[in-house]
């Protein structure tokens, strides 16, 4: 099975889940080619086709996999390969975007939604199934607080609370994050913002971190909270995305009612409380949400449209 990756590349690298998504396709067997998009909205990836045709049949591919609805517009624009295409959450989320994932939902042998919450925001009459992204487990995920903290170069006795992306990211909400952190009247609790550091550095931050807070706008199914699940980082969270769905039942995990900075700030106190590493790592691999079974459930999805 010969499978085409199309995404954005605009940031001069492929987003880390669909990187990771591919590697584990390829464990299965699956031979992967990328093809990276450069441009901005509908008219920016337009300019993409040509490149992209030529692509599709220089690698012989069996089936293209678009991550994103405009990807998936482009994609569709050759009809030779079937193509499937998985909706993230912002091309849902957002009602401009919509249209377009629209189209390529129509166009597309078959779809893939990420979280209840977008699918039933897209509400796709047929050829759709529901298959949250996974992560890879490894062991730098089980390192200890003090061992984590220590490599991070963080303070033993500080509380730490890691902000779940980059404060300039409007759809992050990091006012309502820091208005929450106000709300402790806490000097010793620093709000660390997940910005400018490697992969292997925000793993252990989550390691080290006293719980992470999501404050959010929107989100599809988002991978930071499944990454602090694997760490055993314990986690509060506005009710967003499947964030819900994916920390129940967790102990240490919050969700909460209501987007008030007293209410977050009361189940950041909880979180402290707890002890230890969360059993979110545990949860995960119940969901089914290891990468490699990931994989296999889109590998199934390869072979079934290919046949079709």
């Known amino acids: 099975m010969r499978v085409l ?24 067997g699956c031979e992967i080619g990328f093809f990276g998009l450069e441009g901005k909205g509908l008219r920016g990836y337009l300019k993409n086709r040509t490149l992209l045709k030529q692509r599709i049949v220089s690698f012989q591919s069996d089936i293209v996999h678009a991550h994103y609805g405009l990807s998936g517009v482009l994609a569709n ?43 039933e925001i897209a509400s796709p009459q047929k050829k759709y199934t529901l298959v949250p992204c996974g992560i890879d ?66 793993t252990l931050l989550m390691c080290a971190a006293d719980v ?11 991978q930071v909270i499944k990454e602090a699940l694997a760490c055993g980082c314990p986690i509060v969270s506005v009710d967003v995305g499947d964030v819900r769905e994916r920390t129940e039942g967790v102990e240490g995990c919050f969700v909460a009612e209501t987007r008030d900075s007293e209410e977050l700030s009361t189940l950041l106190r909880k979180a402290f409380a707890f002890v230890g590493k969360t059993r979110g790592r545990e949860r995960l691999a119940a969901d089914g949400l290891d990468n490699r079974m990931v994989a296999q459930k889109l590998l199934e999805i390869y072979k079934s449209v290919c046949q079709k």
């Open 5 to 28: 990756i199309v995404a954005s590349f605009n940031k001069g690298s492929y987003a880390p889940f669909i990187v990771e998504q591919a590697e584990a396709l390829k464990a299965l």
């Open 77 to 119: 624009l050759q009809r030779k390969v079937p193509v499937v295409v998985t909706y993230h959450g912002s091309d849902i989320n957002d009602p401009r975007v919509r249209r377009f994932s629209k189209i390529a939902m129509r166009l597309s042998a078959w779809n893939v939604f990420v979280s209840k919450k977008t699918l």
């Open 137 to 202: 487990f490894a062991d730098l995920q089980l390192t200890k607080k003090a061992t984590a903290r220590e490599q991070m170069h963080l303070l033993a006795n500080k509380r730490y609370v890691l902000f779940a992306g980059a404060f300039d990211n409007e759809v992050k909400n990091a006012s309502l994050a820091q208005q929450t952190i106000a709300k402790l009247r806490d000097d010793n609790t620093e709000l660390i913002e997940m910005k400018g550091y490697s992969r292997e550095e925000v």
């Open 212 to 222: 992470l807070l999501m404050t959010s706008l929107t989100e599809g199914s988002p």
